[in-house]
């Protein structure tokens, strides 16, 4: 055993139903150490923690009758499986392929073979050889399909303690074999393993979406680097060793994970980029549709960012790295995306704590229906004069009753619709997020990147010695120099704007950066520049210190507030110098996202909680238009209030930011959304939801697709309940057979699936 807790993680292979996994997790869950085990059907992926041996944990997996193997995926769906003949290795398309690709579903075409071939047998009458004959191949289709199925079954229950699905069929199927039904005990056995097969070929298209994410990953890459140790040229021109002066750079191929942050790699026309980096020489047209979900590729040139796995278009690239291959954009939405896919939604835990205690309830109702009408009422036990005997109508029951559908109605619906957004450019980190989404009706938006472009730009620069008559004053530079001094290392919106103006009018270096910078919470910020104290701030910041304003000043001010600018007051000591006005575009897509939110459901409430002042607040929420309400001048701990004050008045709240400014009031809510987390490696550890682009419009998406989810999985579970309770119905009076049972299980079972896959479409 490990002296240390640890984690792992294994691909689990031979599950063909949901019902397999909740008893293999239930198993595991057992060794000694193991703290935790999930494993998730649709996904087929183990997790496990705790203080154990691993190969203990894949000793006991192998002895229930699965594989667990490093979940290595491959993007190739077709299925190959070696002749049992002559050892070559066969390709088979589609089902066929997933038939043949296990031995249990080969042991069932050749049950069904069996079964064909009893057939003419049965049409024959009243001669004992065809009647020995038929019964023989049934029993021999019987035991060749049902083998691998009782294998496990018996294996759960004693090395498990657990009565699964198999068990039921085939107790069924003896039972079935025992009152003399040979031909039903063997098609229901047949029909299970055919079904199970469906519905594991049909869970395997879920998991490919996966696969399709993970084949983005480019797994070479070319790269420039120097010739080392260069043969050639070693002994001229004083070169004894390493990188070689006379060769210089060269491309060479390695695999991608060999590429270092700050190297060059080379991308031509039609390969997909390998590494995020920059562009450092080269303009081509790149479609980002995997990383971002934009339809229409996107122009590049030096300097822009680009992402590994979009693909180059029509010219030769040089990028510049800038994070390791394991750490790119790529790899995080994949590694997102498993994390979300293994984690349950509330009713999907609900069902499998029902599920726990279900199907040994439904063996003992079985039983007790087999034997209290006989004992009790003098019922027949047996099948008499035409009729289904008790012991019959419990078989049915048992297969009938099976929990499969029910297990698998929510979690293949829930990956569907993850993946499917996932490939849309917008990750949530699991489904019980979808559930909120869902249910939720108040939604907050931060006003700054949010609503609004989030860059800023100077619109005034006034200084109170400003000399209005001139073209340029040099008091007004010296007001914005000052400024850029305390506001050089902010990342915050408005000190960009004040930096890119200071960089217009060439005033960069008038002042050194500012020493011993403060941020004042929401309100500004303060620093020291050549022995003088230099204060940028709000408004209120200025009040509240005390410092005077100017008459004519204070009325300039106000009139930039009015016309919707944010205003920034500038101090040195205890003087005030003047202030700068800055203002932020709307975002094109902000009116529609909200016009599309109200057109999903009027109940829906929107507000906008900003620190901006309450003019500047209005002037956005009027411009946008279906703002139910705005919150302005607030701090971040004021914001956080905002949040919980609106959860007690709404219940569930969807907070919308940046991802990084506004964390309090982003964690607080029920789900918060970071917007634009493709370039912003924070946003996408710490949001709930991250919407890849700068797209406003995707949020309506994302409730539109939540909301079907929700009911699709609602459908999913009212079928299933229905059909079992019509069969229950059917069953008591002995209406229903076992292959009639059988085809309601792994009907409903398939149909749900099938249902759920629908969460796939590009439309939803």
């Not at 069996?114 to 019964?135: E, G, H, M, R, V």
């Not at 297990?407 to 019980?432: H, M, Q, Y």
């Not at 217009?504 to 020493?515: D, F, G, N, S, V």
């Not at 009212?718 to 119905?729: P, Q, T, V």
Request: aromatic share 4%; hydrophobic share 45%; proline share 5%.
């Amino acid at each position: 055993m490990s002296s240390n807790p640890q984690e792992v993680q294994y691909s689990i292979e031979g599950m063909d139903c949901a019902d397999c996994a909740l008893s293999l997790e239930r198993s595991l869950a057992q060794i000694d150490g193991v703290e935790q085990v999930r494993i998730n059907y649709t996904t087929g992926l183990m997790d496990a923690s705790g203080n154990f041996n691993p190969q203990d944990l894949i000793q006991r997996v192998k002895a229930l009758g699965y594989r667990a193997i490093s979940p290595t995926l491959s993007a190739d769906t077709g299925y190959v499986a070696e002749s049992p003949t002559t050892g070559v290795s066969l390709r088979l398309p589609g089902f066929l392929g997933y038939l043949y690709s296990a031995p249990q579903t080969r042991l069932a075409m050749l049950g069904a073979l069996l079964l064909l071939i009893s057939i003419p047998f049965s049409l024959i009458q009243n001669i004992p050889q065809t009647y020995w004959a038929k019964t023989a191949l049934h029993v021999l289709a019987a035991v060749i399909t049902g083998f691998p199925i009782a294998n496990r079954g018996i294996r759960a229950l004693v090395i498990g303690r657990q009565i699964t699905i198999d068990l039921l069929m085939i107790i069924a199927t003896l039972g079935a074999l025992l009152i003399g039904e040979t031909g039903e005990g063997a098609t229901v056995v047949m029909l299970f393993a055919i079904g199970e097969a469906l519905e594991g070929n049909t869970a395997e298209r879920a998991r490919s979406s996966l696969r399709s994410l993970l084949a983005l990953k480019p797994e070479v890459a070319h790269v420039m680097r120097p010739c080392i140790d260069c043969t050639e040229h070693m002994g001229q021109q004083g070169y004894s060793g390493g990188a070689c002066p006379i060769c210089g750079e060269h491309e060479t191929t390695l695999p991608v994970d060999q590429v270092a942050v700050g190297e060059r790699v080379i991308v031509r026309p039609g390969e997909h980029i390998p590494v995020d980096g920059h562009i450092y020489r080269g303009f081509s047209l790149v479609n980002q549709a995997p990383v971002t979900g934009e339809s229409v590729p996107v122009r590049k040139s030096p300097g822009d960012k680009v992402y590994a796995g979009t693909l180059n278009g029509d010219s030769v690239l040089e990028v510049t790295v800038s994070q390791p291959a394991t750490n790119s954009t790529i790899s995080r939405i994949v590694r997102l995306v498993e994390q979300a896919q293994a984690q349950r939604a509330p009713i999907e835990r609900f069902i499998d704590r029902f599920a726990a205690w279900y199907t040994p309830a439904i063996v003992l109702l079985a039983a007790m229906l087999a034997i209290l009408p006989p004992l009790l009422f003098n019922a027949p036990f047996l099948d008499t004069d035409g009729s289904r005997g008790w012991l019959y109508r419990s078989l049915a029951l048992l297969i009938v009753a099976c929990p499969c559908a029910l297990v698998i109605s929510t979690p293949v619906t829930l990956v569907s619709a993850l993946t499917s957004l996932a490939r849309r450019g917008v990750l949530i980190k699991g489904g019980a997020f979808l559930d909120v989404l869902a249910r939720a009706r108040l939604f907050a938006f931060d006003k700054t990147g949010t609503l609004t472009l989030g860059h800023p730009s100077v619109i005034q620069a006034r200084s109170v010695d400003c000399l209005p008559d001139t073209q340029r004053c040099a008091a007004c530079d010296d007001l914005l120099a000052l400024a850029a001094s305390v506001e050089r290392r902010s990342e915050h919106p408005l000190a960009q704007a004040i930096m890119a103006e200071v960089e217009a009018r060439q005033l960069t270096h008038t002042y050194p950066a500012a020493e011993a910078i403060q941020s004042l919470a929401g309100q500004g910020v303060q620093g020291f520049s050549n022995g003088s104290r230099i204060l940028v701030g709000s408004h209120d910041l200025f009040h509240t210190r005390d410092d005077s304003l100017d008459k004519e000043l204070h009325t300039d001010i106000q009139s930039a507030i009015d016309a919707g600018q944010t205003v920034m007051l500038i101090g040195k000591d205890n003087n005030l110098l003047g202030y700068v006005s800055v203002s932020d575009d709307l975002r094109s897509t902000s009116m529609e996202a909200l016009r599309q939110l109200k057109a999903i459901d009027p109940n829906i409430h929107t507000v906008m909680l900003t620190g901006d002042n309450p003019a500047v607040a209005d002037k956005v929420s009027a411009a946008i238009g279906n703002m139910d309400e705005v919150r302005a001048g607030l701090l971040p701990e004021d914001k956080l209030e905002a949040v919980r004050d609106l959860q007690s008045q709404h219940g569930l709240v969807v907070m919308v930011g940046d991802g990084v400014n506004d964390a309090p009031a982003l964690a607080a809510a029920n789900v918060g959304i970071a917007m634009g987390g493709a370039g912003t490696a924070q946003a996408m550890e710490t949001a709930d939801v991250v919407l890849m682009q700068d797209d406003l419009t995707h949020l309506p998406e994302v409730v539109r697709s939540s909301r079907k989810t929700r009911t699709i999985i609602t459908q999913n579970i009212a079928f299933s309940l229905a059909l079992k309770a019509a069969f229950l119905l059917l069953t008591l009076p002995g209406w229903a057979t076992l292959w009639m049972a059988v085809f309601a299980d792994m009907g409903a079972s398939l149909l749900v699936t099938l249902n759920g896959l629908r969460m796939l479409r590009k439309n939803n």
